[in-house]
């Protein structure tokens, strides 16, 4: 089951996500945020899918958002996980932590959990 999320800053920046992959599709598809370097944009891309590549602007600069370079502090509580160590040596995870925004380029994007789709 796949979650939802937003992704907000105190800039404004504001984006709904959808997170992780569906019943059918969990083993080929998962969603998860990623920073562009080349176009400074947060967007979800397939990190099954190889080579993952911007959502915006299609160029393959990005790092998902568990990359210790995007996260200013971890947070105490779990906001989403998925286990990926097969696929990708690691469990994905975004907490209530702060992390890079897009927008104003400070450590203050905030991710939160707002559901779950199928």
């Known amino acids: 089951m796949g979650a939802m999320a937003t992704a907000s800053c105190d800039c404004g920046y504001?984006?709904?996500?959808s997170l992780g992959g569906g019943r059918v599709s969990f083993e080929t598809e998962c969603w998860f945020p990623v920073y562009c370097r080349a176009?400074?944009?947060l967007g979800e891309a397939n990190l099954l899918e190889r080579p993952v590549a911007c959502p915006s602007c299609g160029g393959t600069e990005v790092?998902?958002?568990d990359d210790?370079?995007?996260v200013g502090k971890k947070g105490r509580r779990e906001v989403f996980s998925w286990h990926t160590e097969e696929q990708l040596g690691r469990t994905l995870r975004l907490t209530n932590g702060r992390y890079l925004c897009p927008a104003c380029q400070k450590p203050e994007l905030r991710f939160e959990s707002?559901?779950?789709?199928d």
């Open 14 to 17: 504001s984006s709904h996500l």
């Open 39 to 41: 176009c400074r944009a």
């Open 63 to 65: 790092a998902a958002y």
């Open 68 to 70: 210790p370079e995007l």
């Open 114 to 117: 707002t559901g779950h789709w």
